[in-house]
């Protein structure tokens, strides 16, 4: 690397690690606050598996968020979007329902497009060791031990597409001995919801089962006012049962089957009235801009709750997998193994324009499948050195079946057609692409003592992307595609680890993220056949500390991250000037360049036997170093030193919760939750319509708080709630296809309701 690369780095992050630097010498003090909490019995480790060995969250030296199966019930989440209220420095942006969400962390989100027939991302998601980021950004949070998102690439153990972070679920495992639990809930938008956990030991000391689910039905918070009715009502129930086989004290072997399946009415989006230039173009013969027909509804933020269609929508997703992780203890070593299958369909069906006229409707059937395994053997116990070596396979594929079709009154009916065209199809892109992959990768850890650590892991990887498909437009066929590329890839890490005492360590990382390039799937004059690898340089200081007997807990990150070859999807529509047809471009791009560099912190603390307290701050400037050929909407423009989409420069947090005895048994609680983001570029339009009024593609900020008041004892728990309970008006993001009142956003809302669940 150049001399001046390393002068941007310390220029980048020493106002970072100023801060660091001081949180640090707070950590002096830990003889003080032992002095003063002593005789205080200090709070139960956190451990978790960030380096797939069981660990305490403290002596990792990772940047991580481990949000535990008290937390998740403390706060109710439910989904994604309320654990990364948890966590500084993540993100996301919905695509109008519950499973179709692109995380972003640190402010490396996925820009691919997220309908894709192999599902892509800059993070890795595994569940129980398991890789399901194939099939869902938002699985069942019912009966988990606990939720880590790690920040920063994290190739070594969690492989492809980690280039920004990884999300590690880990379920609550099959034990020994017969327990359950039942939840219901009521709250607004008459969303009923019911959940259940019931533990059975079958053979005692050799098998147990265990199975989970959860129910839920809600009517929405938008409707429908033309005479067709609905909304975006929703029904979603999910399942999961797994078997635990422990036929000698050192080998377990678990099998998992899950599954999930999501329908609602319409996407969650109302109209702003801002129309993109194509679209207005043939709505309204206009230029872009707030020109929507107000459609009876009107727009958002005056309306928040109502749509205007003339044909009913239907949006869903399922997913299942079954899963195996078996793991034979040989003493010095273990074995483990982990195999899976996934499934996967996503569907989007009816009305498309947005508007009580019938224009254009749409059938969207995507199936993807995922089959991968692991092999890994590793050191127990904590040894001069510490390693692991491993390998793995998989192959993702995905086939899709996408038409738009003209409505009985179409602005863009064929002349051949006599202006009856209803049901012929408008544009049309079928695909039947795969990938396979196969990586190898070893870490090892060299504890020079018990204060001073140095770690090294490497990564290499290989894959092969193919892709099959055909566009049309109006019956024509525009484009036939058969291509294949193959990728290849070493990625390293290296982490020095420093504890002055047992309450503290400092850490230092240097880490690459690979995620593999592709062909394109369609044919655009615009792009090359093939787009490259993105690869990111990671780089940060951090460091965790306990004060006062463990009662205060703090963890402090600076980071730079150097982006190469940023993969960005084009995907607009026009007009051809000389067929006169409605035509599409569809493929993925390269930025040059983007950086991302920042500071995040969070902290625990108990303040009394009842009482306690924590908070998150991120902070996070994303940019496009060089991008000079940006294709937006058609139009290139030059994004060098624009902000990234879905990376608010602010993202902070904070939670109490104070418990009060009852009786002897039972308590009181009460809870308050605050979380901040910052505005946001929610769509890369944003680019190219930012001057024009009324543009929609930056997300505002906002801030939300929830109240919790509740009773429980160790078998029944009431708590009544209130989320946003200012009724915050907001959207997180912005999404367009072909709507003739504007661009649709997803509106905030406030929930009031109750859970009452019991453990036996």
């Known amino acids: 690397m150049t001399q001046s690369f390393y002068t941007k780095f310390a220029g980048r992050i020493s106002g970072c690690t100023a801060l660091v630097s001081v949180v640090a010498a707070l950590a002096a003090a830990p003889a003080f606050a032992q002095t003063a909490a002593e005789g205080v019995a200090s709070e139960s480790e956190i451990i978790v598996t960030a380096q797939r060995r069981n660990e305490s969250i403290q002596d990792v030296p990772i940047a991580l968020t481990a949000v535990t199966s008290e937390t998740l019930k403390a706060q109710n989440v439910q989904g994604v979007e309320d654990y990364f209220a948890l966590t500084p420095n993540v993100s996301f942006q919905s695509n109008g329902s519950r499973d179709r969400k692109d995380l972003a962390i640190r402010g490396i989100s996925n820009q691919l497009n997220p309908y894709a027939d192999v599902r892509q991302s800059s993070y890795a998601f595994y569940i129980d060791e398991f890789n399901v980021a194939t099939g869902t950004s938002n699985p069942q949070i019912v009966d988990l031990e606990r939720i880590e998102v790690l920040r920063g690439p994290q190739g ?15 379920t609550k495992k099959p034990v020994d001995r017969f327990e359950g639990e039942v939840e219901v809930g009521y709250s607004s938008f008459d969303t009923k919801r019911a959940q259940g956990v019931l533990n059975v030991p079958i053979v005692a000391g050799l098998l147990a089962v265990r199975a989970s689910g959860q129910y839920e039905k809600s009517d929405g918070y938008i409707k429908n006012i033309n005479p067709i009715g609905g909304g975006n009502d929703s029904e979603y129930y999910t399942g999961r049962i797994q078997a635990r086989l422990t036929p000698t004290e050192n080998f377990t072997w678990d099998v998992l089957y899950s599954y999930s399946n999501e329908k609602v009415g319409m996407r969650n989006g109302v109209p702003t009235g801002f129309v993109t230039r194509t679209w207005a173009s043939v709505y309204y013969g206009q230029a872009a801009g707030q020109i929507g027909n107000p459609d009876g509804v009107g727009f958002f933020p005056d309306n928040d709750d109502r749509v205007n269609f003339n ?20 003493g010095p070593v273990s074995l483990t193994g982990v195999a899976g299958h996934l499934t996967s369909d996503v569907f989007n069906y009816g009305d498309v324009d947005g508007g ?16 991968s395994g692991e092999l890994r053997l590793q050191s127990n116990g904590s040894n001069f050195l510490d390693w692991s070596i491993g390998t793995s396979y998989g192959k993702d594929t995905g086939v899709s079946d996408q038409s738009t079709y003209h409505g009985a009154n179409s602005p863009l009916c064929p002349a051949a057609s006599a202006g ?8 049309g892109a079928d695909g039947d ?47 036939n595609n058969d291509r294949s590329a193959s990728f290849n890839d070493v990625s390293p890490k290296f982490t020095l680890s420093y504890k002055p005492n047992t309450d503290w360590m400092v850490f230092a990382t240097a880490s690459r993220g690979f995620k593999s ?63 006169g047809l409605l035509r599409g471009v569809s493929g993925i791009a390269n930025a040059a360049s983007a950086e991302s560099y920042g500071i995040e912190g969070s ?3 108990k303040l009394s036997d009842w009482w306690k307290l924590s908070g998150q701050l991120g902070y996070n400037k994303s940019k496009y170093k060089d991008y000079p050929n940006a294709l937006i909407d058609g139009i290139v423009l030059d994004l060098s030193g624009q902000q990234l989409t879905t990376a608010p420069k602010w993202t902070l947090g904070a939670q109490t919760q104070y418990n009060l005895p009852i009786t002897d048994t039972l308590e009181a609680f009460a809870r308050v939750e605050w979380n901040y983001r910052a505005k946001t570029i929610s769509n890369p339009y944003y680019y190219l319509y930012k001057a024009v009024p009324g543009e929609p593609f930056l997300a505002p900020s906002y801030h939300t708080v929830n109240l919790r008041l509740g009773i429980e004892n160790e078998k029944f728990r009431a708590v009544v709630f209130a989320e946003n309970l200012f009724k915050a008006h907001y959207y997180a993001s912005a999404y367009e296809k072909a709507f003739y009142s504007g661009v649709q956003v997803e509106p905030s809302f406030r929930t009031i309701g109750v859970n009452v669940g019991y453990k036996f």
Not at 465 to 476: A, E, H, P
Not at 555 to 563: E, G, N, Q, S
Request: hydrophobic letters at 35%; proline letters at 1%; glycine letters at 6%.
């Open 156 to 170: 070594t153990y969690f492989g492809r597409n980690a280039v920004g972070g990884a999300i590690n679920v880990v």
């Open 311 to 330: 044909r009913a929508q239907k949006v869903g997703s399922k997913f299942d997998y079954i899963s195996t992780r078996a793991v034979w203890d040989l």
């Open 356 to 371: 009580s006229l019938d224009y254009f409707y749409e059938d969207l059937k995507l199936t993807r499948k995922s089959t």
């Open 420 to 427: 009856n065209c209803s049901g012929l199809e408008v544009t």
């Open 433 to 479: 692409s795969s990938t396979r992959y196969f990586a190898a990768f070893a870490q090892g850890t060299v504890n020079f003592s018990e204060k001073f650590a140095a770690t090294a892991g490497v990564r290499y990887s290989w894959e092969k992307v193919t892709n099959l498909s055909q566009t049309r437009s109006n019956g024509i066929v525009t484009g």
């Open 517 to 579: 390039g592709g062909t394109q799937t369609a044919n655009a004059t615009q792009l090359r056949n093939e787009f490259d690898p993105e690869t990111l340089w990671n780089y940060e200081l951090g460091t965790k500390f306990d004060l006062f007997d463990k009662r205060l807990r703090f963890d402090v990150t600076a980071f730079y991250m150097d982006w190469k070859d940023v993969q960005q999807t084009i995907r607009f529509q026009f007009i051809d000037p000389v067929t």
């Open 603 to 605: 902290f625990d603390a």
